[in-house]
Every structure is written in C-alpha cells, then in structure tokens.
Nanobody, 125 residues
Framework: QVQLVESGGGSVQAGDSLRLSCAAS????????MGWFRQAPGKEREFVAA????????YYTDSVKGRFTISRENGMNTLYLQMTSLKPEDTAVYLC??????????????????WGQGTQVTVSS
C-alpha cells in the first residue's frame, strides 16, 4: 500500500513562491508515475502537473506553464512542485497522486490509484 504525505503549503502574497513536497512510502518509487492536482472549495479536482517515473516526461496545465516546475528525486522517494509567481487563483488544496508506470495518460484524476491528504496553499492579493 503506497502512502503519500504532502508538505510545504502555506499562506503567501501574490508573486511569492512555494515548494511543495510529497514523500512516498510503501512502494518502489521509481515504478510509479506521479502527479499534482488541486481542489478549491466548490470546484472539481484539477490537474496541475505530472511526471513520469524517470522524469523524462512532464506535463502541465496551461495556467501554470512557465510558473510551476514538477520534479522528483527517486533516491529520496520524493516528488516536488516548485511554484513561482503565485496568483490568488492558485489558492487550493494541493494533492499528490501516484500510479504504476506504463499508463498512456497521467493527467486525469481517474488515472491515479493512490492519493495524499493534501496541503493548503492560500495566495492573497
């Protein structure tokens, strides 16, 4: 059973930066593709970014391209999301997720098998 624990959220001003981390346990990290999603109150869970098991493929939703960077450190079983130039519309609970590598799609919530509990990011103007 894979377990994921996010950290690094907080309350910041517009234009600030944050780095989220997701620590994985209970599985062989390098066998899994990973993703970040976010969910704001009253809204559906939204894809943010994803990375393949090797780090060779990365995907971003259009609204974060050029501002967010997804990365992973397989030796540390950790996934990261570096967020810069934060905007109030980035406010949400950010969740990491994982699925066994080999899927053709890793950008939909239904593509993932395991989820963390999330970390709150609040951006004020």
């Amino acid at each position: 059973q894979v377990q994921l624990v996010e950290s690094g959220g907080g309350s910041v001003q517009a234009g600030d930066s944050l780095r989220l981390s997701c620590a994985a346990s209970g599985g062989t990290f390098s066998l899994y593709d990973m993703g970040w999603f976010r969910q704001a109150p009253g809204k559906e869970r939204e894809f943010v970014a994803a990375i393949s098991w090797s780090g060779g493929r990365k995907y971003y939703t259009d609204s974060v391209k050029g501002r967010f960077t997804i990365s992973r450190e397989n030796g540390m079983n950790t996934l990261y999301l570096q967020m810069t130039s934060l905007k109030p519309e980035d406010t949400a609970v950010y969740l990491c997720a994982t699925t066994l590598r080999g899927r053709t799609s890793i950008v939909h919530p239904s593509d993932y098998s395991y989820w963390g509990q999330g970390t709150q990011v609040t951006v004020s103007s």
